[in-house]
């Protein structure tokens, strides 16, 4: 089985439909669901910044072979600061079920690292993730992060409280191989 070529790209207009489905379809985003969210706020905020703000955006995590090929979800990116000046960057990812299991997450959460780390001063990247969500901890390890401890009781989701697995990234951290492609012609 080879492994599919992906890319990163900017959020166009063409993917508003797949963005609305993450706000409005109960589980299609897995653990993190959180109720139904505002359908059209995609599109107010493709015309505001592209999806590409100064503290916070998102990428497109587009697979270019393999099957199935296509948009897979995206990454995203927001800004988090600690002790006044040391601002970090905090990444999450979501894929459509149909791409997960695929080695995609790591990679693309890889890219999105490197892209930040080029393009932005920062010295930190963190993500956080579920005690249940065991896919996704490999993921980010995989990708280069390590495991800082427990946040518990960070989380409501679901009805109740929950504990939360934090993980970061330095930029003097090993990266992982990674072959990654920016499309800048979005």
Known sequence: MSTPTIRLRPVTSDDLD???RFAVEPGLIGLDWGGFRDAQQP????????????????????????????????????ANQYGGQARCWEIGIVLLPEF?????????QAMLCDYLFRHTPVHRI??????????????LTKA?????????????RNGEWRDGYLYSRL?????????????QSG
């Open 100 to 108: 997960r299991g695929r080695g995609l997450g790591w990679r693309a």
């Open 144 to 156: 280069g992060f390590q495991l800082e401890g427990v946040l518990r009781g960070c989380e409501f």
């Open 171 to 183: 930029r003097t951290d090993p990266a992982p191989p990674v072959d990654w492609t920016l499309d």
């Open 18 to 20: 797949l963005c609305a």
């Open 43 to 78: 599109a107010r905020r493709l015309a505001e910044d592209g999806y590409l703000g100064t503290d916070d955006g998102r990428l497109m995590v587009h697979v270019e072979s393999g099957d199935p090929a296509g948009v897979a979800g995206m990454v995203i990116y927001r």
């Open 126 to 139: 963190e993500a956080g993730t579920h005690p249940e969500n065991i896919a996704e901890q490999k993921s």
